[in-house]
């Protein structure tokens, strides 16, 4: 079965830090391209940024709000997403996804508050 | 950044067939844009229903197909069940960009 669980939201002041992991199963993680996807309470959702396989280079984009403040790191051995997240700001505040298109797998979620 | 449309709201009836659309402010969508259809329940979290304009999964409801219509890409429900309210999404590539979601579409099976 195909599964993919993300941790390590919660609430964090505006300026700081959080990351947030995404576990694998069930598909031949490191082969696939894997996105980072938030929705702000209330509203849609919205691109956050992308890490290519290795054999594809490994390479990363970011959605323009989240450039140079957000980083998406993976650890194949561990089949394991990461979202670095930096620089917090109130709009920030969002659920945040880890999904692949290779497979159609989503996550269920995890939320970050940014909040004073 | 692109733009992407689509109709805020919809409503259908039980066993009707419905069409949602997905359109791009640059332009027609086209195969290169490899449109995405997303199903999300409230307080779920979204679903992959349609890939590629037209290609399904294994849990994909026959009912939903997908296709480009008019320069957008859509998205046909034909024989809507009380199941199928739900808000739409649809996301569209564009090339040596990044993807955009389209800002959804509420669907009422009414």
């Known amino acids: 079965e195909v599964q993919l669980v993300e941790s390590g939201g919660g609430l964090v002041k505006p300026g700081g830090s959080l990351r947030l992991s995404c576990t694998a199963s069930?598909?031949?993680?490191?082969?696939?391209?894997m996105d980072w996807v938030r929705q702000a309470p209330g509203k849609g959702l919205e691109w956050v940024g992308r890490i290519k396989s290795k054999t594809d280079g490994g390479t990363t984009d970011y959605a323009a709000p989240v450039k140079g403040r957000f980083t998406i790191s993976r650890d194949d051995s561990k089949n394991t997403l990461f979202l670095q997240m930096n620089s917090l700001k109130t709009e920030d505040t969002a659920v945040y996804y880890c999904?692949?298109?290779?497979?159609?797998?989503w996550g269920q979620g995890t939320l970050v508050t940014v909040s004073s | 950044q692109a733009v992407v449309t689509q109709e805020p709201s919809l409503t259908v009836s039980p066993g009707g067939t419905v069409t949602l659309t997905c359109g791009s402010s640059?332009?027609?969508?086209?195969?290169?844009?490899?449109p995405y259809w997303f199903q999300q329940k409230p307080g779920q979290a979204p679903t992959t229903l349609i890939y590629d304009i037209n290609k399904k999964h294994s849990w994909t409801p026959a009912r939903f197909s997908g296709s480009l219509l008019g320069g957008k890409a859509a998205l046909t429900l034909s024989g809507a069940q009380p199941e199928d309210e739900a808000e739409y999404y649809c996301l569209l590539s564009y090339s040596g960009a990044r993807p955009v979601f389209g800002g959804g579409t509420k669907l009422t099976v009414l």
């Open positions: 640059t332009g027609a969508v086209t195969s290169g844009h490899y």
């Open positions: 999904t692949t298109a290779d497979v159609g797998a």
């Open positions: 069930g598909f031949t993680f490191s082969n696939a391209w």
